[in-house]
């Protein structure tokens, strides 16, 4: 149960609250079990059953005395002010009573809520920002739909389950202990009795609730799973339509939701049998109680009035523990959501600055790659992408990187920004290593552009504006004009306010891609990354796009990589990846004379056209 504990660590967070709740909880309980005592002097009104004492007794803490005296001054009373006062005022102070308790009910609700919700809220801040802290290296190994369902579901749970037992914890034990107190005070023999059942009724209801903790660990676990499903059919419609695999999806996703649902039903199963089951078992006390009690009652070992007493106090005993069984049981089945939960946030921050980090504030000379060797994980395995590369990249030029699909290209520019470290080697920017630079500093000297660019459902201003907390209008328009974009966001229905929907729905292909242009030339960055970043574009778009990147190019240092050989031939120097490594380098004439793999690729590109 230590996720769940902690989980109960937040409740730091909430001191005065939590002190609110304890005390008022305290508090019903002891006028509540004060309006009951009053039982006693009304039985002993109406019905007269018992014979007062002779003379005033002493008042001493045990069950006998303590009944003698409250009779004695009840008989006093009921002399000096007759039966009917008596009554009436027996009947005003268990109002009161009433009243009181019911009141510190309340108000021990009303503290509960703000720790709820604030916990919750914590937990969901702590994940968002871990989620944007993690490594881009992380999310290659995840299923986005089942972290989504970590953050929404598992939360849910969390809520549901834990952050809903809460009240039950601050108020139950304190309940069972004051009227546990309260019988063994009565009669420690009737007690005992109840004592028999305790511990088979322990041993079943944590049998149950170890199997409710499996259930829901695999429920939450297949919850997970059809999160990602539909996360991946949703991002791939049209994919699913083209091969028409409408039915074939929705098969399977039938059959994993009637999975799911098989789990759930099982837990809901287990739940719901602990209820009846301990009521049962209550019974059972409650009957062995009535007999032995009743023996004794016939005997004249105890006052039937005190005996009713102990009835009431016995059967008030029993919901705190159903509710305190009931939250071990929610407890057990939100421990699995919290340990999905805190899987995610202690997931490895593998991208770390050293403690001294630099903050590069301007890039002055070179990018260096020493002997660098990537490899992915997937699966446990180790997937070598890049082996001993060593290159450098002097301020001001324009590299631009070519080589058949999967040779490395993208992983070697995503080491830059510190999308990933390098297993072996070292990157260095103007002689330092990139880690022991500030990494919010580095990536503030890099622009990137990719094929897939990633514009967020807002407005053009602001998607422009992204990373800038202040921004002029003028200087997004400025932008925009050098990337090309003025003239259509112009003619957009609300110009630069228009809203662009999911992802850029809005837009072309072309017109997202110059959005994207103008966000890096506000960012202003003197190192570039151009991604494919004209490959997916029709041709006419492609020639505006490679206008405003011309543009974006002007005066900064630029790593290129081209699909199409003909946007690249002005490049000062070309690296033809192949297999991990660069095979060729050179300018595009010294390449073609080479006659080598970048002759080949331009042969064929040219054939094609
Ligand atoms: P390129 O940009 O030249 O097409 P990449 O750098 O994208 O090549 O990929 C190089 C190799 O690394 C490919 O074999 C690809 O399958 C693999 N790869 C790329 N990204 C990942 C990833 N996130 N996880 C595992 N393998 C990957």
Known sequence: MHHIRRIFRYLRYYPRELAGTVIFNILHI????????????FIELLFGMSQPPAAEPALSMNQHAMTDW?????????????????????????????????????????????????MIQHLRDDIYHKITILPVSYFNSQRRGDLLSRMSNDLFDIEWSIVTSLLSIAK?????????????????????YFLLILPPSVFLIVQIGKSLKRNSAKGQQKLGGLFAFIEENLSNIRVIKSFGREREQSRRFRDANADYTRTMVRV????????????VLGTIGMVGIL?????????????????????????????PIQSLVRAYNNLQKGNASAERFFELLDADETIVETPDAKVLDSFARAIEYDDVSFSYQRDGERIPVLEHISCTIDKGRTIAIVGPSGAGKTTLVDLLPRFYDPDRGEIRIDSIPLHRLNIASLRQQIGLVSQNCILFNDTVARNIAFGHDHYSLEAVRAAAQAAYADSFISGLPDGYNTLIGDRGMILSGGQRQRISIARALLKNPPILILDEATSALDAE????????????????????????????????????????????????????????????MVDLQSFAD
């Open 70 to 118: 409250m009779l004695w001054h009840l008989y006093q009373l009921k002399d000096m002010w007759g039966l009917w006062r008596c009554l009436l005022t027996a009947s005003a102070a268990y109002l009161a009573c009433s009243l009181l308790s019911n009141l510190c009910r309340y108000l021990g609700y009303y503290f509960v809520g703000p720790i709820r919700q604030g």
């Open 30 to 41: 002891v006028f509540n079990l004060s309006s009951y005592i009053l039982v006693i002097p």
């Open 291 to 319: 007999i032995l009690g009743g023996t004794m009652v016939i005997q004249g070992e105890m006052l039937s009035s005190v005996f009713i007493f102990f009835i009431i106090i016995f059967a008030r005993l029993i919901p």
């Open 541 to 600: 778009s492609e020639h505006a796009v490679q206008l405003a990147l011309n543009s974006l190019m002007k005066g900064r240092t630029s790593i290129v990589i081209a699909h199409r050989l003909s946007t690249i031939r002005n490049a000062d120097e070309i690296w033809v990846m192949d297999g991990g490594h660069i095979a060729e380098r050179g300018t595009h004439d010294s390449l073609m004379l080479q006659g080598g793999l970048y002759r080949k």
């Open 268 to 279: 809901a199963g287990r739940r719901e049998l602990s209820a009846p089951l301990s009521e």
């Open 172 to 192: 139950d034990p304190a309940n069972i202990l004051l009227f546990t107190g309260t019988l063994v005070f009565i009669s420690p023999r009737l007690f005992l």
